[in-house]
């Protein structure tokens, strides 16, 4: 699992929250996630949504696909296919994914990189993987997260972000055994390349066995954790967690530093995970509008989903360059475009 890594001794250190272990938040809930298909074929693990969305919110959707080891001609993605309301942030870890969208945004992302796409008011992406993968297969693993709009931000034009990974802000855990990526959002005042219009916070943690993570968080976030690969325990009551696995965190009283979550990576971990226990950690504040959702559009009133499918069928959502007009949308698949 390369993502982007370096040795968290050299890096900027996290602050010691050592009544945070006893105080922090509680686990709520924890979701084990559907697996299901996706795109063109490809199998997703998904928690969310099939639990209470307003436990996610301002969150829409998780996928985590992989981690996979294609064999050639396996790999797949997704047909051109429409989109409004929201924004989609696909992370990949190991492997490659290509982006192409109505704006003219796009380009490769492996590694460790990060697409953002806000599609706002309208416009129409494809996914697919590159050639060579599709050609020689190989290891794949990524995700994508659906984050909402409120809805002054719904009809904002659509725009593209390429965050490199070597754009992401590195930090270590106060003790130097972990390390935090942050993609999005604020973590003890170090910021991450993500520019959003809701505020979240958005992070790769990689927790090394046995070792305790113990982060600082914004009191009105909702915090949602992710297992990627291997097993731990959350909240000060050490709720056991593995891959698959959502743990949402509930309120709590306040610690001396703010509010905090805690994490502890088990002692041993599997084969995937022997350099230690990778996990994603997601929050935000929380948009509490009415939600009006179908197929690739997320507004707030069922008149505005239907305004969609209209302006999609219009061309209103941009134009899907000429020589890949042969990839049909999903809509035009599900007999709706």
Do not use: C
Not at 11 to 30: F, S
Not at 65 to 75: H, L, S
Not at 130 to 147: D, M, S, T
Request: proline share 9%; net charge negative; aromatic share 8%.
């Amino acid at each position: 699992m390369p993502a982007i890594t370096a040795d968290p001794l050299t890096l900027p250190r996290l602050p010691r929250m050592p009544e945070a272990e006893r105080a922090g938040r509680r686990v709520a809930k924890v979701v084990r996630a559907r697996r299901q298909l996706e795109g063109e074929g490809f199998v997703v693990r998904r928690p969310f949504p099939g639990m209470d969305l307003a436990l996610a919110d301002p969150f829409l959707l998780l996928d985590h696909m992989g981690a996979v080891e294609y064999a050639p001609g396996e790999a797949k993605g997704t047909p051109w296919h429409p989109h409004r309301g929201f924004e989609t942030v696909t992370y990949i870890i190991d492997g490659a994914f290509q982006h192409q969208d109505t704006t003219g945004g796009g380009g490769l992302i492996s590694d460790g990189d990060t697409q953002w796409m806000t599609a706002g008011a309208g416009i129409q992406h494809i996914e697919q993987p590159p050639p060579e993968l599709v050609a020689k297969g190989g290891l794949f693993h990524g995700v994508q997260l659906w984050v909402n709009l409120p809805r002054a931000q719904k009809w904002a034009p659509p725009r593209y972000q390429d965050i490199r990974a070597t754009d992401i802000k590195l930090l270590s855990s106060a003790d130097g055994a972990s390390l935090v990526r942050v993609i999005a959002g604020s973590l003890a005042g170090h910021e991450g390349p993500g520019i959003t219009y809701t505020p979240i916070t958005y992070l790769h943690a990689t927790v090394a066995p046995g070792a305790r993570l113990t982060l600082p968080w914004p009191a009105d976030f909702n915090a949602l954790l992710y297992v990627l690969s291997g097993r731990g325990v959350a909240g000060p009551e050490d709720r056991p967690v593995e891959e698959g696995q959502l743990a949402v965190f509930g309120g709590s009283p306040r610690t001396e530093h703010g509010d905090a979550l805690t994490l502890r990576a088990a002692d041993t971990q599997p084969q995937a995970s022997k350099d230690g226990w990778e996990v994603l950690l997601l929050g935000g504040l929380p948009i509490r509008e009415p939600i009006a959702r179908y197929g690739p559009f997320v507004m707030n009133t069922r008149e505005e989903i239907i305004q969609a499918f209209e302006d999609y069928q219009a061309g209103r959502m941009g134009q899907i360059p000429a020589q890949r007009v042969s990839h049909r949308s999903t809509a035009d698949e599900q007999g709706i475009g």
